[in-house]
């Protein structure tokens, strides 16, 4: 893509601010371009945002159960999977699917537990909560 083709169009997406992009420049040579997004960008973030959220309702509907942990909940409305809550909070991804039981939630020592609510972005009493 060539620096004058780098979509313009005002997303919503970004709320106002703008997205680098890489670019072709008139050299030749790659440069970042700043972009206010275009409307296949945001039809397809606004799906992701939409699935991540029908995730989190049913995920708080089994927590509210007992079928699944808080946790399970929390990660989904962070917009997280198992992989990437794995990665972010160092731990490898069984355990973080182990964590979504429950029985074993329950029983998770409170540093663990700080870990999961800094990189969930909550605070930690809030991680045994489902709105």
């Known amino acids: 893509m060539n620096i004058d083709e780098v979509p313009q169009e005002e997303s919503a997406v970004?709320?106002?601010?703008?997205?680098?992009?890489y670019a072709r420049g008139v050299d030749g040579r790659l440069c970042l371009v700043p972009s206010r997004g275009w409307e296949?960008?945001?039809?397809?973030?606004?799906q992701a945002v939409e699935a991540f959220e029908?995730?989190?309702?049913?995920?708080?509907?089994?927590?509210?159960?007992?079928?699944?942990?808080?946790?399970?909940?929390?990660?989904y409305r962070a917009r997280?999977?198992?992989?990437?809550?794995?990665?972010a909070s160092g731990l490898w991804r069984w355990r973080v699917r182990r964590h979504l039981r429950p029985a074993v939630f329950g029983k998770l020592p409170p540093d663990l537990r700080a870990r999961y609510a800094e990189?969930?972005?909550?605070?930690?009493?809030?991680?045994?909560?489902?709105?």
Do not use: C, F, N, W
């Open 40 to 46: 296949a960008e945001e039809i397809v973030t606004r």
């Open 54 to 75: 029908a995730l989190a309702a049913a995920a708080r509907e089994r927590a509210r159960a007992g079928q699944s942990s808080p946790l399970e909940y929390h990660m």
């Open 14 to 21: 970004y709320g106002g601010h703008r997205k680098g992009i």
């Open 80 to 87: 997280m999977d198992v992989p990437m809550l794995a990665q």
């Open 119 to 131: 990189v969930l972005g909550i605070e930690l009493a809030q991680l045994d909560m489902v709105d």
